[in-house]
């Protein structure tokens, strides 16, 4: 059922340097990609999300990146933090509001 | 304003059972989706209840079924449990039924089947 592939399956990053994840999906009648982020024993909780008539959002030190003709799109963590350590999942939102979620990426913030 | 609940918290049945999770959606919110998120994955879409109807259904066999009350709370029976049953069952609440309005997920509910 996946439709969205997320890449790398674990990142490391030192504390203020920039976490990069990317996702890549299949489904051109996909309209809608949030980012989500889980802490442990929590649900996910949005970030981010962008539609595909714009190729770039930006909120606070969270950017989403799309590339509608490679059907792509990535989240970029800016100086990034400890506390931004936690799983972190693309998504893609289509017909009959199935949102498709990727494998998810387990970041850590090295301090 | 009171967030997304679910209960119970954990649950274990045996294979063959049935089992009901509950739902509270988020105050002011009458669309309520249910995901399954087996260990280390994604969730996975079951289906999204909107104003009592079902609007939206995931790639589920019919075993999963759903209810959604007046109060915009919900509940996810699963019948006949089969072993690959076992994951966090999450619930998320929005507003307005479509997949632009912002989820809000509730802390899930663990289901191992043994």
Redesign the interface.
């Known amino acids: 059922q996946q439709q969205v592939k997320q890449s790398p399956q674990s990142l490391i990053v030192q504390k203020g340097g920039i976490s990069i994840i990317n996702c890549a999906y299949e489904n051109t009648a996909f309209d809608y990609f949030p980012w989500y982020q889980q802490f442990p024993g929590k649900g996910p909780a949005l970030l981010i999300a962008i539609r595909p008539d714009v190729s770039e959002k930006k909120e606070g030190r969270f950017t989403i990146s799309f590339n509608k003709s490679a059907k792509q799109f990535s989240l970029h963590i800016m100086d990034s933090q400890p506390g931004d350590s936690a799983t972190y999942f693309c998504a893609a939102g289509g017909n009959n509001n199935d949102m498709r979620f990727g494998a998810g990426t387990r970041l850590t913030v090295k301090p | 304003e009171t967030g ?1 609940t679910q209960s119970p918290t954990h649950l274990i049945k045996t294979r063959g059972q049935q089992v009901t999770l509950r739902c509270s959606s988020q105050s002011g919110h009458n669309t309520v ?1 249910w ?1 399954q998120q087996a260990l ?6 079951i289906f ?1 209840y909107y104003r009592e109807e079902e ?5 589920f066999p019919p075993r999963f079924s759903g209810l959604q009350f007046p109060n915009y709370s919900s509940e996810l029976n699963v019948n006949a449990l089969e072993l690959d049953d076992s994951a966090l069952y ?1 619930c ?1 609440s929005s507003f307005g ?4 309005n ?7 509910t663990r289901l191992t089947v043994l």
């Not at chain 2, 280390?40 to 879409?45: I, L, S």
């Open positions: 997304v989706s995901y280390g994955q994604g969730p996975q879409f999204q609007n939206g259904r995931g790639n999450l998320a039924g479509t997949k632009y912002e989820q809000f997920f509730g802390p899930g």
